[in-house]
């Protein structure tokens, strides 16, 4: 079975240059998590405005994958004596391992022949390994200048101002600071500043939307750009291609507004690349 991980670290307005690296931690920690927890997944997508980070892992594994490891023992002349029974050293090394006589096995090494015992370790259930991981995860997050807050010993880029974390639509339960995981996001801080449940992914991005957030980095800069060519057309001009600022000002909204305004004549007969430069 397969199950579907959502969290979002909702804060303050993160720097517009400091998101895109703190999802990409973000994503990477995730990963490198799960990896060494034993948990499949299919893949891992990310979104993020100034006010949330947010990580989706979808596919998921319900529990670990099953692992083996070896134990070696004394050498095969030690374990045995001559007629193959075996010796103190073989039943005490067994027994240090829980298992019965009949598991151990003789296996050629650099060093000779050796007994080995190769035990099952049976994979646990996903869910309540994903508590201590999601800290981990969100308190690794790379930033440029970090910062604390109030009298907790916590780092971030801003503050921290919820955590929605959830596993198939059930709470992942952790606290972090002052603050405790939920399943409810927030809109908007001046259109919309409301709270709201969410229940997987799908539901997350429908009512972000209602709340006037669009958490999708493509989607708001496809926003602006569509917006700007037709408030520039609407007037015979063109829009000016500036990817580096059109980047900035995708991370610095949450919910984009093109606008456009005009300027008495005489402010701009300065040389353009000034005018430009002011705007």
Not at 32 to 59: K, N, S
Request: net charge positive; with cysteine; hydrophobic share 40%.
């Amino acid at each position: 079975m397969k199950g579907e991980l959502l969290l979002e670290i909702g804060t303050e307005e993160i720097p517009a240059g400091f998101l895109l690296p703190a999802l990409e931690g973000l994503k990477k920690n995730m990963e490198a998590e799960l990896a060494a927890q034993r948990i499949r997944f299919d893949g891992i997508i990310t979104m993020g405005t100034p006010r949330r980070l947010t990580l989706c892992v979808q596919g998921i594994g319900e529990k670990q994958e099953d692992n083996f490891v070896d134990a070696m023992g004394p050498p095969e002349k030690v374990a045995f004596d001559e007629k193959g029974n075996p010796t103190k050293a073989a039943k005490g090394f067994a027994a240090r391992q829980g298992v019965s006589l009949s598991d151990l096995e003789v296996v050629e090494t650099k060093k000779g022949k050796y007994i080995r015992v190769r035990k099952k370790i049976v994979g646990k259930e996903t869910f309540p390994l994903l508590s201590p991981i999601l800290i981990k995860v969100i308190m690794n997050i790379p930033f440029p200048k970090s910062m604390r807050w109030a009298d907790l010993d916590l780092r971030f880029a801003r503050p921290i101002k919820w955590i929605l974390a959830i596993f198939n639509g059930k709470i992942i339960p952790f606290r972090l600071g002052n603050l405790e995981s939920t399943n409810r996001s927030w809109g908007h801080r001046f259109l919309n500043n409301k709270s709201f449940l969410v229940y997987n992914l799908q539901n997350y991005l429908h009512q972000t939307e209602a709340h006037f957030v669009i958490p999708e980095i493509k989607k708001r800069k496809e926003v602006i750009q569509n917006e700007a060519y037709k408030l520039a057309e609407e007037v015979g001009g063109k829009v000016l291609e500036d990817e580096e600022l059109l980047n900035t000002v995708t991370n610095l909204v949450e919910y984009p507004v093109a606008l456009r305004g005009s300027f008495d004549p005489e402010y701009l007969s300065l040389p353009r690349e000034v005018l430009i430069s002011a705007m």
